[in-house]
């Protein structure tokens, strides 16, 4: 059926806000409660407690992504509204185990692991929903729903913190829970409007009947050269990416002392993340085809500038400067994937499309953390990590770049393709009625004569 442009579609909307709120501003406040745990768990003998640390939040962001492909095949196969009800269930479950530990080591499962996946599973259909209910409006809701994000990232951190001087981390955890739940209750408003895979396939209502391994698992995009690039460039930039967010709060506790408020760092990176996306998602418009990579590439080139001016800020205010900017490219990278997805592969292989990019990028979001907490271990500062984590945006930024002059060159030799075949069609059909004739007129003088 046509999307309703609205109705019970704006429900659907704020509770997929809320999704993206409750996953992505838990996961960007990460700092804030990294700094709890180091001084909850961390002990003077330890002398690897930052890098066992940043393996809990490293896992937590690393795992929303690389669960993708596989919540993308689950919501084909059982829809929108199972598939994030049972995720923000496990979510639940796991944030709720997280609040019981007393070593960091189940912190990896229950944390990393559980929590991060059932973050995945709800997160995933809270953006195919959107395309039952709207089409005409789907880039204002879209700005809408991921600014969601924003908005949690901005004010959860002074909220953990709060919570964190006036209660212990546990009880943190268990608050936090809170967020999960109404995320669970938000999953039941995602009432389909297209006939799911069970009705499609099955025929009768109960029987189900997998579909074919080619609908399920579509790796025909990636014979697309252009987007080939795109899935590995991208991962190849996102090394670094990530250890801002894990690491930020601690390098400024250490150089600053306790004299700054270092969740601020947080709230510029929210409030300009969130100007980015509307900012450059409009800009994004007036640009053609797949050259809205650049803007990626301009992305890339800021984060990783600013990722090595962190350690050279001897001032509070030059870092608040610093995030200010970073944040803007973040949600400049962020608010195009899709619409640089939609130009390479079309809209009929997007989603999967999508799924395994976000899979790809799991394995450098995870590591990059552990790296640099590694490196603070053994230097006792993190300046190096800083500088370091600066080097892969731009060579991945460096790798796009050669994008839009592959996918052109890509469409050329596609709309060569049906000339060709156009002309070795109408060749068939001309000597098939050569033949035809040929044959039928014998056939009439016969029976003329007879």
Same mark, same amino acid.
């Given at each position: 059926?046509?999307?309703?442009?609205?109705?019970?579609?704006?429900?659907?909307?704020?509770? =997929?806000?809320?999704?993206?709120?409750?996953?992505?501003?838990?996961?960007?406040?990460?700092?804030?409660?990294?700094?709890?745990?180091?001084?909850?768990?961390? %002990?003077?003998?330890?002398?690897?407690?930052?890098?066992?640390?940043?393996?809990? @939040?490293?896992?937590?962001?690393?795992? $929303?992504?690389?669960?993708?492909?596989?919540?993308?095949?689950?919501?084909?196969?059982?829809?929108?509204?199972?598939?994030?009800?049972?995720?923000?269930?496990?979510? *639940?479950?796991?944030?709720?185990?997280?609040?019981?530990?007393?070593?960091?080591?189940?912190?990896?499962?229950?944390? %990393?692991?559980?929590?991060?996946?059932?973050?995945?599973?709800?997160?995933?259909?809270?953006?195919?929903?959107?395309?039952?209910?709207?089409?005409?409006?789907?880039?204002?809701?879209?700005?809408?729903?991921?600014?969601?994000?924003?908005?949690?990232?901005? @004010?959860?951190?002074?909220?953990?913190?709060?919570?964190?001087? @006036?209660?212990?981390?546990?009880?943190?955890?268990?608050?936090?829970?809170? *967020?999960?739940?109404?995320?669970?209750?938000?999953?039941?408003?995602?009432?389909?409007?297209?006939?799911?895979?069970?009705?499609?396939?099955?025929?009768?209502?109960?029987?189900?009947?997998?579909?074919?391994?080619?609908?399920?698992?579509?790796?025909?995009?990636?014979?697309?050269?252009?987007?080939?690039?795109?899935?590995?460039?991208?991962?190849?930039?996102?090394?670094?990416?990530?250890?801002?967010? $894990?690491?930020?709060?601690?390098?400024?506790?250490?150089?600053?002392?306790?004299? /700054?408020?270092?969740?601020?760092?947080?709230?510029?990176?929210?409030?300009?993340?969130?100007?980015?996306?509307?900012?450059?998602?409009?800009?994004?418009?007036?640009?053609?085809?797949?050259?809205?990579?650049?803007?990626? /590439?301009?992305?890339?080139?800021?984060?990783?500038?600013? @990722?090595? +001016?962190?350690?050279?800020?001897?001032?509070?205010?030059?870092?608040?400067?610093?995030?200010?900017?970073?944040?803007?490219?973040?949600?400049?990278?962020?608010?195009? +994937?899709?619409?640089?997805?939609?130009?390479?592969?079309?809209?009929?292989?997007?989603?999967? =499309?999508?799924?395994?990019?976000?899979?790809? +990028?799991?394995?450098?979001?995870?590591?990059?953390?552990?790296?640099?907490?590694?490196?603070?271990?053994?230097? %006792?500062?993190?300046?190096?990590?800083?500088?370091?984590?600066?080097?892969?945006?731009?060579?991945?930024?460096?790798?796009?770049?050669?994008?839009?002059?592959?996918?052109?060159?890509?469409?050329?030799?596609?709309?060569?393709?049906?000339?060709?075949?156009?002309?070795?069609?109408?060749?068939?059909?001309?000597?098939?009625?050569? /033949?035809?004739?040929?044959?039928?007129?014998? /056939?009439?003088?016969?029976?003329?004569?007879?």
């Amino acid at each position: 059926p046509e999307p309703p442009e609205g109705g019970w579609g704006w429900v659907v909307m704020l509770a =997929a806000m809320w999704c993206n709120g409750a996953v992505f501003g838990i996961q960007n406040s990460c700092g804030v409660l990294f700094v709890s745990m180091l001084r909850l768990f961390g %002990g003077s003998e330890d002398n690897q407690m930052a890098f066992k640390t940043a393996w809990v @939040s490293s896992l937590s962001m690393g795992m $929303v992504f690389f669960c993708s492909p596989i919540v993308s095949i689950f919501t084909d196969l059982f829809g929108c509204r199972k598939v994030a009800v049972v995720g923000a269930a496990v979510g *639940l479950a796991g944030l709720l185990a997280s609040s019981f530990v007393s070593t960091i080591e189940p912190l990896y499962f229950t944390y %990393g692991i559980l929590f991060a996946c059932g973050c995945s599973f709800a997160y995933q259909p809270s953006l195919v929903i959107l395309g039952h209910y709207f089409k005409k409006r789907l880039g204002l809701v879209n700005g809408i729903v991921t600014a969601g994000s924003s908005l949690f990232t901005v @004010s959860l951190p002074f909220l953990l913190r709060v919570l964190l001087d @006036s209660v212990d981390l546990f009880n943190t955890l268990r608050v936090l829970c809170i *967020l999960m739940f109404i995320l669970f209750l938000a999953g039941f408003t995602y009432k389909p409007l297209v006939p799911d895979t069970k009705d499609k396939e099955g025929g009768k209502k109960g029987k189900f009947r997998f579909p074919p391994g080619k609908k399920i698992c579509n790796f025909s995009v990636f014979k697309v050269p252009s987007y080939r690039i795109w899935a590995f460039g991208i991962p190849a930039a996102l090394f670094g990416y990530f250890v801002p967010y $894990v690491h930020l709060m601690n390098h400024v506790k250490e150089r600053f002392d306790d004299s /700054v408020p270092e969740e601020v760092l947080l709230l510029c990176l929210g409030i300009t993340s969130g100007v980015g996306r509307l900012i450059f998602g409009r800009v994004a418009d007036y640009i053609p085809g797949a050259k809205k990579i650049y803007l990626q /590439v301009a992305s890339f080139f800021f984060i990783g500038l600013m @990722s090595m +001016m962190i350690p050279l800020c001897n001032v509070f205010g030059a870092l608040i400067a610093v995030c200010l900017f970073m944040g803007l490219f973040d949600g400049c990278f962020i608010c195009i +994937m899709a619409p640089i997805a939609f130009e390479l592969v079309g809209a009929q292989d997007v989603s999967q =499309a999508i799924g395994f990019l976000l899979g790809l +990028m799991s394995v450098p979001m995870t590591v990059g953390p552990p790296i640099a907490g590694l490196l603070h271990d053994k230097l %006792g500062t993190y300046n190096v990590a800083f500088y370091l984590a600066g080097v892969p945006p731009l060579i991945g930024g460096a790798i796009l770049c050669c994008i839009p002059w592959v996918h052109e060159r890509q469409k050329l030799k596609e709309r060569a393709k049906p000339v060709d075949g156009e002309t070795t069609e109408k060749m068939l059909e001309n000597e098939s009625t050569l /033949v035809s004739n040929t044959t039928e007129k014998p /056939v009439r003088e016969l029976e003329s004569g007879i």
